[in-house]
């Protein structure tokens, strides 16, 4: 099967777009969608939009998120993102608040974070697709193998890219990333439940990133 995704990643990862897991998972994927007794999100056409809006040579920061959002009209193939209509999840107020105490912008009024992206932000979800209502009903089918080898890729293949890892599933996941080619930083998730612990606000990852990305004659991210 044809893998409908921005051509730099289709080159990049084209080996794991042949391998057995992934022909398989693009089969449950299908048989989901199709499915009429349910819904999936993100839509079909923006299942692989963290690639299309970012591709592969214009990579500077990666954020790992989990799961899509499951919710009618929420996820927009995004981590932590939302379309410009949507409420915005206690999770991304908790992202922009420290953005607020970190660098001083004005919280925006929507959660797309489309703009990040189209600068050079991966938004990678570990899964890329949900049923409604069901979190982790896509978990364990391929995805997070699939995910697992789009980190190694850029890893290997890129330099100086800065890795935010927000809470111990993204750390596990991005546990074999090149550290001496790259920036890891580490802390909380952005959840309520974390952030109230005192795991999440005064991580200045935004700062930290924009000043590696520079130390690097790297164009900082307008967050």
Request: proline share 6%.
């Amino acid at each position: 099967m044809d893998v409908n995704i921005e051509s730099s990643w289709k080159t990049e990862l084209s080996d794991e777009f042949v391998k057995p897991y992934f022909q398989e998972l693009i089969g449950f994927v299908r048989n989901e969608y199709l499915d009429k007794s349910k819904r999936c999100y993100p839509p079909a056409r923006q299942i692989f939009a963290a690639f299309d809006r970012c591709p592969f040579d214009k990579v500077r920061v990666v954020i790992i998120g989990q799961d899509p959002y499951h919710g009618y009209g929420q996820a927009n193939g995004l981590c932590f993102s939302v379309a410009d209509s949507v409420r915005t999840p206690p999770s991304l107020v908790n992202i922009f608040e420290e953005i607020r105490r970190d660098l001083g912008k004005p919280v925006p009024n929507s959660g797309n974070l489309e703009r990040w992206a189209d600068q050079g932000v991966l938004l990678l979800n570990a899964t890329l697709t949900v049923s409604e209502g069901a979190p982790g009903s896509h978990q364990k089918k391929g995805w997070e193998t699939f995910t697992d080898a789009v980190i190694a890729h850029i890893s290997r293949d890129k330099e100086h890219v800065v890795f935010l890892l927000w809470g111990n599933y993204a750390q596990q996941k991005g546990k074999n990333i090149d550290k001496s080619k790259h920036l890891v930083l580490a802390s909380g998730h952005p959840s309520p439940m974390s952030a109230n612990q005192g795991k999440w606000f005064g991580n200045r990852h935004f700062s930290q990133a924009n000043e590696y990305l520079k130390s690097k004659n790297l164009e900082p991210v307008q967050w």
